[in-house]
């Protein structure tokens, strides 16, 4: 089996399975939520490989607020004023009208960062306005 970005390429799980893409805000929250706790018990002296593979150590703390980081950046627009969350729906990245409405989707690619799935899963993905605030962007 190959790694798939969001939507599957099979219809193993039932053709449009809402079970697929690797960016879930819940799954995320709570290992970002275990890490500061961990870290709590832990210190500073306990640091992990972070990213795998880039021999930068981190502490469970910094390593939680890289993944804060990397999913609030979803939302937010980069340099070029873009959000990721809007992939490439000129309509939502430029019309004034559209550019900042903020949808909530059920899951996001994992290369891009575009929404997909349901856009109205503000249950669960509406936790980045937590992971927001904690990071003070």
């Given amino acids: 089996m190959s790694y798939e970005p969001a939507e ?16 879930w805000f819940p799954v995320n929250y709570l290992i970002i939520e275990s890490l500061q706790k961990f870290h709590h018990y832990l210190g500073d002296d306990y640091k992990v490989e972070c990213p795998t593979g880039s021999g930068q ?4 703390w910094e390593v939680a607020a890289e993944l804060s980081r990397r999913l609030t950046r979803i939302f937010l ?10 992939g490439d729906i000129e309509k939502f990245q430029t019309d004034p009208n559209w550019s900042d409405l903020i949808l909530f989707h059920e899951y996001f690619h994992g290369d891009t960062g575009s929404g997909v799935g349901a856009n109205h899963q503000t249950g669960w993905t509406g936790l980045v306005a937590k992971l927001i605030q904690q990071s003070g962007e």
């Fill in 8 to 23: 599957s390429s099979t219809g193993l799980f039932g053709g449009n399975s809402n079970w697929r893409g690797p960016i």
């Fill in 77 to 86: 627009r980069d340099a070029g004023g873009r959000r990721p969350v809007f």
């Fill in 57 to 60: 150590m981190m502490t469970l």
